[in-house]
């Protein structure tokens, strides 16, 4: 077992094939508080393959975000626009990206670049409870897990056969305990026949705005 931010069991002590083949492997997700499953959950590879930049959006309507999670390759291009007969001001202060789109209605002039990984927290400056998270990634997720916390992983074999004897996976929930950064963990070669994940999640919201905190944070920039 190691401890982290989060923690990681290794189920089962086999292997699979450690050859040039690639490794199928289960994994199973719960919530370390609870021991609940954890669906919905992104898993990403370390290292694995890449995608090109898109063009992409989150369109606000019904004063809500459209996707709540988008993840995207990074140098992507999201556009924001507006459908409702509302103005809107999105921000975020993330260190992925930071950016202030004052308020306006329709499309935004132009869409916003985003050029480092990480996890961009966005909100509107007019509306507390609309939020919404980008994850600007190098490596295409592997899915995300189902309403059992589960989701079978694919590990290709390394592009270089000196390149370690470990592989990273990173997994992201909205509700986790710091949901600012991905959770990290090292899987060891030979690799485990499953996996048993778990990460902290903060409760369920229960307030009609829980935005008031990212809120309170922008009126002190």
Avoid at 8 to 22: H, I, M, N
Avoid at 157 to 182: C, E, F, I, K, Y
């Amino acid at each position: 077992m190691y401890k982290l931010t989060v923690t990681l069991f290794l189920l089962l002590g086999g292997s699979l094939c450690d050859g040039a083949e690639t490794n199928t492997i289960p994994l199973q997700l719960t919530d370390s508080l609870s021991g609940k499953p954890v669906a919905n959950a992104v898993v990403i590879l370390e290292n694995g393959p890449s995608e090109s930049p898109v063009e992409a959006e989150i369109v606000q309507k019904n004063r809500n975000f459209h996707p709540h999670t988008l993840i995207i390759p990074k140098y992507s291009r999201v556009d924001f626009p507006n459908q409702d007969n509302t103005q809107h001001h999105v921000y975020s202060f993330s260190p992925a990206k930071a950016f202030n789109i004052e308020l306006y209605a329709g499309r935004p002039t132009e869409p916003v670049v985003f050029d480092k990984t990480g996890v961009v927290e966005i909100g509107c400056n007019i509306h507390d409870h609309m939020q919404a998270f980008i994850l600007v990634t190098d490596s295409a997720p592997s899915g995300r897990t189902d309403e059992q916390g589960r989701l079978t992983v694919e590990i290709p074999p390394p592009a270089d056969s000196d390149s370690g004897t470990q592989t990273g996976l990173l997994v992201w929930h909205p509700r986790l305990t710091d949901n600012t950064r991905m959770a990290r963990f090292t899987v060891g070669k030979p690799y485990p026949e499953s996996l048993e994940l778990s990460v902290e999640l903060s409760p369920e919201p229960t307030s009609d705005d829980p935005l008031d905190g990212l809120q309170e944070r922008f009126r002190e920039l």
